[in-house]
């Protein structure tokens, strides 16, 4: 996959886990940002860390952190828009970007081969995960050259929902099966830490 880059997603505000920097939160000994890392990093031909704030927090993670530029907290959307403004700028050779929550440690290790082999096998411009019934908007494929049209629906319509921006392209939608473990389970809560140690334990 070396016209694909990896973004995890770790700009959120984490109102329900207290306003803590949830990528830092300790699963199996490791923050949960680690996990992601892990999965995701083999899959990629690279990898971009979305937060604001203090960028130090991640330099021990090996991956340019890139910070939003739209006004405001403007969501995971945003995150997605500055890792392809910074592809675009510093790796041209990139086509897409495949974003991934940091909450999400479980994520399934053929996540970019699928999604990308879906998107071409049904013509479509994006592709996205789902597992259970549920689509993972966040879980995605983006074509680098969306970002003028991602740019415009965030700062002239205030867009600030993935699923809808997704909806108004061609979408491949990739299923994975939710049984004994679900790849996309997130950790949103503290007691969802509790729940996650123990899933670690499934494997895969």
Not at 64 to 82: N, Q, S, T, W
Not at 114 to 122: G, S, Y
Not at 155 to 167: C, N, P, Q, S, T
Request: charged letters at 25%.
């Amino acid at each position: 996959m070396s016209d694909i880059y990896g973004l995890i997603l770790a700009g959120g505000l984490a109102r329900r886990m207290g306003g803590v920097d949830k990528a830092f939160a300790m699963l199996c000994g490791r923050p949960l940002i680690a996990h992601a890392i892990e999965r995701l990093r083999p899959q990629t031909a690279g990898l971009l860390i979305s937060a604001n704030g203090d960028a130090a927090r991640f330099a021990g993670f090996g991956a340019p952190v890139v910070a939003d530029d739209i006004a405001g907290f403007a969501g995971p959307l945003a995150g997605v828009l500055a890792g392809l403004d910074w592809l675009a700028r510093e790796r041209p050779q990139a086509t897409h970007l495949l974003s991934m929550p940091a909450d999400t440690p479980f994520l399934p290790r053929d996540l970019v081969a699928r999604l990308d082999a879906a998107r071409r096998n049904e013509g479509a411009r994006l592709a996205c995960a789902a597992s259970g019934g549920r689509q993972h908007p966040a879980a995605a494929l983006w074509p680098v050259d969306l970002r003028r049209d991602l740019r415009r629906a965030l700062v002239d319509e205030d867009l600030r929902k993935i699923g809808m921006f997704l909806a108004r392209y061609p979408l491949a939608r990739v299923e994975w099966p939710a049984t004994p473990r679900d790849p996309f389970f997130n950790v949103n809560a503290p007691d969802d830490l509790a729940g996650a140690e123990t899933l670690a334990l499934i494997g895969d």
